[in-house]
């Protein structure tokens, strides 16, 4: 069984909701420079360069960069919870199955070309400001994740499953953090121990 999730209007929507294709290339442009070089790195005259588009053009998507900053994440988040929602989907009655495919995939992004940690950490720690609305949506992610972790800790029947959820979104953090710089495919072999460890331990 599949499951088909559409990822979030981002931008401008057209008239008639749907997605405007100028404000996907815009985001296409943006989002590998924001992840490589960093959000605040990057302006949004660099941005409009790369995707060829004019500043009345680009503002009349994104009325700010910051709201650009969110689309990128948001469409990140979309992303990792399409791939967990066909997970679950694929191994209903699996949880553990369910965590092991998280960490393969954790694994194959840390061992991947041009690796640079968590969008959603590296996010939050460029924009300090909790009540901020790029901040918001790194929180809102996150929230999300230990929601799931929670979720499939109950499912495996441990004892304090909000515990073993902190513990594990702690190794996910540790490894995208870690990974950096260090061998990736040592860090996943960690991350791997560590969290059976956890499980085994609950």
Known sequence: ??????APVIGRPTRDGG??????????????????????????????ADAGVTKVTFYRHFPTKDRLVEAYLETVAAAERQAV???????????RSVLA???????????GDGFRGCPFLNAAAEYPE???????????HRE??????EE???DLGVADPHSVAAQLVLLRDGAMSTGVGVE????????RRAGLAVLHAA
């Open 1 to 6: 069984m599949t499951v088909e999730l559409s």
């Open 19 to 48: 997605q405007s294709e100028v404000a996907r290339r815009i985001l296409a442009a943006a989002a590998p420079r924001f992840y490589l070089e960093g959000i605040r790195a990057v302006s949004a005259d660099a941005v409009m």
């Open 85 to 95: 929602t066909l997970w679950r989907t694929e191994h209903p009655d699996d949880p």
């Open 101 to 111: 495919a998280y960490a393969a995939q954790l694994e194959a992004q840390l061992c």
């Open 130 to 140: 909790v009540t901020h609305p790029v901040r918001a949506v790194a929180e809102r």
């Open 144 to 149: 999300w994740l230990r929601g799931v972790a």
């Open 152 to 154: 499939l800790a109950a």
């Open 184 to 191: 990736p495919a040592e860090v996943g072999q960690a991350l």
